[in-house]
C-alpha cells in the first residue's frame, strides 16, 4: 500500500435491502474513493461532495431566476 496509513477493513452489516448484495458492496467502495483532498483540515464532507452541493446551489439560483443553466459542468469549473 503506498499511502501513509494502514487501510482499516471495513465491515457490512445488511439488515434489510431490496437491492443485490454485490450491487450494495460496489456502491460502498465507490464511496471510499471519494476525494478527500482539502486544505481545510475540518471539511465535514469529502471535495466531490462539497463540490457538487455548491454546483447545485448555483443551478437552483439560476433557476429561481428563470434562467436556463449551463448543462456542460466546465462552466462551473
Known amino acids: 500500500y503506498p499511502g501513509s496509513f494502514v487501510p482499516r477493513p471495513i465491515e457490512v452489516i445488511i439488515e434489510k435491502a431490496d437491492s443485490d ?31 457538487s452541493q455548491k454546483v447545485g446551489n448555483i443551478i437552483g439560483e439560476l433557476r429561481g431566476r428563470d434562467i436556463e443553466p449551463p448543462s456542460a459542468y466546465s462552466n462551473y469549473m
Open 21 to 51: 448484495v454485490r450491487i450494495l458492496a460496489k456502491d460502498l467502495m465507490d464511496l471510499t474513493k471519494l476525494d478527500w483532498n482539502s486544505t481545510d483540515f475540518c471539511k465535514r464532507l469529502p471535495a466531490t461532495i462539497a463540490v
